[in-house]
């Protein structure tokens, strides 16, 4: 999927400037060039995962008959999944169920995918939104701070702590945080569970607390670490020098100078990283027993559950693009230079 | 990156720091395992309700399961822990391994064992106002019989014809004596049960969906399910026993990781959860703030030889292994030490059980077992053998391989995920080793599904015609001696032929904070809610 993944834009030296209209016209045309692209992406990852599921030492139903079944059992078992079908057949059966927008039923316990679907995206959303929000919050200011005394207490402690986070795996960040908040020296949080904003706000917030500083932490370091990189180097380039020899104080030029185009490599990371974390949540999910997508995808893999996994995927791959789309353009609001790309 | 002297002092700081929460956290799990020996059973059938007070209304019961619910569809394969909250059952099974009636009134036999006639209570309804008659509990059973995937087809398939004698009445004939019959109607759901009655009603307005939108008549109605999420259910206003349920609901919520399982009880996240390993039934054994109800049931957990394959094929390879296991260090290595070993088929305090079983029991004695493995290397034979279980058992098989060593034997281990396990390893009989664990409450079906030529979960193909013989004698008979004999001479032939290696009795367990009372429950962990309240 690396085609899908937005490349900072290089930017060129400064031309004429383009008219208002032109620069929507180019956004839209670029929105179309990566429609076309989604498609595509989508037909490939969708086929390949179809193929690679069924080819998944393990028969699916085996596992719904379960270990008690017999031979027979299994056999009407396979025959009402229509496992007993080819795979082309199987997946052109679902394309066309996913074009009318049904994405089939679950294997396992019949429930419709969209159904699963639409219960576990707002979850894994909510946990992977905020926690980037709040790695965001920690790092800007941080990196921002070690970039203008580069080598000062800030940038030193905030590295340090950073790589022990970055290097230390989630799971025992986690267990860290339950062990310190949920049972073990105090016991101030929940340490497993997910209450939907809608139905109790403060216990949403609670139960999510340390899921979302679980994931946070590690985000936030290699944040900081990128960012501060690409400041101190925009700090040293002539516009910087400019600003500082019109007057302009510290605060003013590295928030309203500086940051700005130092934060493309930030915006590309921290995209990419929505996009993986709302698949990729499930060892903080399974440890804090969330009902996220992440936590779907490995149940349906181990139970062979294609129909949720196939849906689960789908759901992933075009978040995946849309993300990037949105990136994408975002840079052009970002950086009027890279309107001229292309 | 270098890091400046002062810079990497900050960071062995940190590292310590994080050791020493890491540590902090296992020593106290050490800590709790101090004590020595076996776990005791505790209160395996639940608490003594009557001591424990006049229950009080009122109350929502969280309860953690180790894994999710698939369907409340009886005819589905699962084990799900709600559904007799929604369902009730009309028979329940007795310490003694048999069953007596529960929502159902009377369970007879007029002719030995093929002719059943069973008798419904008066004015018992579903949730959903529709009665539980006959005609329901017929409908119920032909669902069975017709779908040969519903784990209780086997059973169902045995009834050649039933009808309604009158609305509270079903007569039930099957192709031959059965005497074990009623504890169809009684059994856990993972075994199949003909006891867990589904609204007519419901089964005709939801169809293959029933299994989602559920409509019973236990003491709690189905509220809503969210898969991996929760399962909330609420008090049936018109339950049959009169005063019950005392909570206004139960809320299930799928756990399945054991350290965060137990963290969530401890921490009081949830009031109940139920165990299904050692770890944290030491554990909660050990809390002053828990209360753990728990009995070692029949099997537990053992290996399965594969009578098709060398080397186990033959008797001295499998006595060899028994013989070079040392128990004493599997449990000090991995169940804390306090494995309840097992050198039977059912366990110590079962009346089918006998002291000269468990005597004949080959001991830990590597010599002997160097012996045999020469013997069987003389004959020919290649002693050396694959071990293949799931990747959750990896400290196990490395456990094996490091015995099998000493004694010279080189075994190889695989690791599979579950769903591969299940279908690559054992359930198309490509192994020569391998383990499991499986509890069960009453002796049938548990014991023929284990060890009839033919059973279900005799995946190592054991076959012995007598054992044969006498679990159809214990299973048709209606005469409780010849069925305790039956049984027993079972244990002690299966014993004989070492037709697996026992080695350990299952921790199925159910924890819960002390103010909750009256549990009702069978070893194998199934609950009935009607009787459970919470003293706060």
Redesign the interface.
């Known amino acids: 999927m690396a085609d899908t993944l937005s490349a900072p834009p290089t930017t060129t030296a400064a031309g004429p400037a383009t008219r208002r209209g032109g620069s929507r016209r180019f956004a839209v045309r670029r929105v179309r060039k990566r429609l076309t692209h989604l498609l595509l992406v989508l037909l490939a990852v969708t086929f390949l995962s179809f193929v690679v599921v069924d080819l ?5 139903a ?9 031979p ?3 056999q ?2 396979r025959e ?1 999944l229509q496992l007993d079908r080819p795979v082309l057949v199987r997946y052109v059966d679902w394309l066309g169920g996913v074009v009318t927008g049904d994405l089939g039923r ?1 294997f ?4 419709p995918v969209v159904e ?1 679907l639409a ?2 995206i707002p979850v894994t959303f909510e946990i992977t939104i905020i926690a980037q929000l709040l790695a965001l919050l920690v790092a800007v200011p941080l990196a921002v701070y070690s970039a203008y005394r580069p080598g000062g207490l800030v940038d ?2 905030s ?3 950073g ?2 986070a970055a290097a ?1 795996p989630t799971f ?1 960040f986690g ?2 945080l ?3 908040f ?3 020296v105090s ?1 101030i949080l ?5 209450t939907s904003f809608f139905e109790d706000p403060v216990e949403n917030i609670r139960s999510i607390i340390l899921p979302c500083l679980t994931l946070m932490i590690a985000e936030a370091a290699v944040y900081r670490q990128l960012l501060r990189s690409d400041m101190v180097s925009t700090l040293q380039e002539d516009f910087i020098l400019m600003a500082r020899s019109k007057g302009l104080g510290p605060a003013r030029i590295l928030f309203r100078h500086a940051l700005r185009p130092s934060s493309f490599s930030l915006i590309t990371l921290s995209g990419v990283n929505i996009g993986r974390l709302l698949g990729g949540t499930v060892i903080v999910e ?4 969330i ?1 996220g997508l992440g ?2 995808i490995v ?1 349906a893999v ?3 559950d294609y129909m949720i996994l196939q849906g689960a995927l789908l759901f992933v791959a075009v978040a995946y693009v849309v993300i990037n789309m949105l990136i994408d353009l975002l840079y052009l609001a970002l950086d009027p230079r890279v309107r001229r790309d292309a | 990156m270098r890091l400046r002297p002062r810079t990497s002092r900050i960071v062995a700081g940190v590292a310590l720091v994080c050791c020493a929460l890491l540590v902090g956290a296992c020593g106290a799990a050490d800590r709790a395992a101090v004590a020595e020996g076996a776990l005791q059973e505790r209160d395996p059938y639940g608490g003594d309700l009557a001591a424990e007070g006049a229950p009080k209304p009122g109350g929502t019961l969280l309860l953690g399961m180790d894994r999710e619910i698939v369907s409340f569809d009886p005819t589905v394969q699962n084990s799900n822990m709600a559904a007799p909250a929604v369902y009730d059952s009309l028979m329940k099974l007795t310490p003694d391994g048999k069953a007596e009636p529960y929502l159902a009134q009377s369970m007879e036999t007029t002719d030995g064992g093929t002719t059943w006639v069973l008798t419904l209570r008066p004015g018992v309804t579903f949730s959903d106002g529709t009665p539980l008659d006959a005609n329901a509990v017929i409908v119920n059973t032909q669902r069975h019989i017709d779908t040969v995937s519903s784990p209780a087809h086997p059973f169902a398939e045995r009834i050649t014809s039933m009808r309604a004698v009158d609305p509270l009445t079903v007569e039930f004939v099957l192709d031959g004596p059965f005497g074990d019959f009623p504890v169809v109607f009684g059994q856990p759901i993972t075994y199949g049960s003909l006891g867990l009655i589904v609204s007519p009603a419901a089964l005709q307005q939801y169809g293959d969906d029933i299994g989602r939108h559920p409509v019973g008549a236990g003491p709690f109605t189905f509220t809503e399910w969210v898969p991996d999420s929760r399962t909330v259910l609420t008090k049936n206003p018109s339950y049959w026993q009169e005063g019950m349920p005392y909570l206004d609901g139960l809320e299930f919520r799928p756990l399945p990781d054991t350290e965060t399982r137990y963290a969530s009880i401890e921490n009081g996240d949830v009031d109940v959860v139920f165990g299904g390993y050692n770890q944290e039934l030491v554990r909660a054994s050990q809390n002053p703030n828990l209360r753990i109800y728990y009995g070692p049931g029949n099997a537990g957990e053992y290996l399965y030889f594969n009578f098709n394959k060398a080397p186990f094929d033959d008797r001295r390879m499998r006595e060899a292994l028994i013989s070079s296991l040392d128990l004493n260090a599997l449990a000090a290595s991995q169940y804390s030490g306090r494995l309840v070993s097992a050198t039977s088929l059912f366990t110590e305090s079962s009346p089918y059980h006998t002291a000269a079983a468990s005597d004949a029991w080959p001991r830990y004695d590597p010599e002997r077992a160097r012996g045999l493995i020469e013997e069987y290397r003389a004959g020919g034979g290649d002693p050396d053998f694959t071990f293949k279980t799931t990747q959750t058992r990896v400290p196990f098989g490395e456990f094996l391989q490091a015995q099998m060593a000493a004694v010279g034997i080189d075994v190889q281990l695989q690791f599979y995920d579950l769903a591969q396990y299940s279908s690559s390893v054992v359930q198309s009989n490509d192994f020569q080793l391998t383990t499991w664990i499986s509890a069960f409450d009453t002796p049938f079906p548990g014991a023929s599904r284990l060890l009839h030529s033919g059973g279900n979960t005799n995946y190592g193909k054991y076959s012995n015609p007598q054992v044969d013989a006498l679990l159809d004698e214990a299973a048709t008979t209606s005469d409780p001696a010849v069925r305790t004999n039956a049984y027993q001479q079972v244990e002690w032939l299966v014993g004989q032929d070492l037709a697996m290696a026992w080695f350990s009795r299952s921790y199925l367990s159910t924890i819960t904070k002390p103010e909750v009372k009256g549990i009702d429950r069978y070893v194998s962990r199934d609950m009935f809610y009607a009787t459970t309240w919470l003293d706060r």
């Open positions: 998944l030492p393990g028969d699916a085996v596992v719904v008959a379960g270990d008690n079944a017999t027979e059992q299994v009407q078992v009402e679950s396992r316990t019949g429930q699963a219960q576990r030193r402690t590295m340090t702590i790589f022990g230390m025992v267990m860290v339950i062990v310190l949920a049972g073990g016991s929940p340490a497993t569970g997910y399974t440890l804090f027993a009902p936590q779907l149940q181990f139970n062979r």
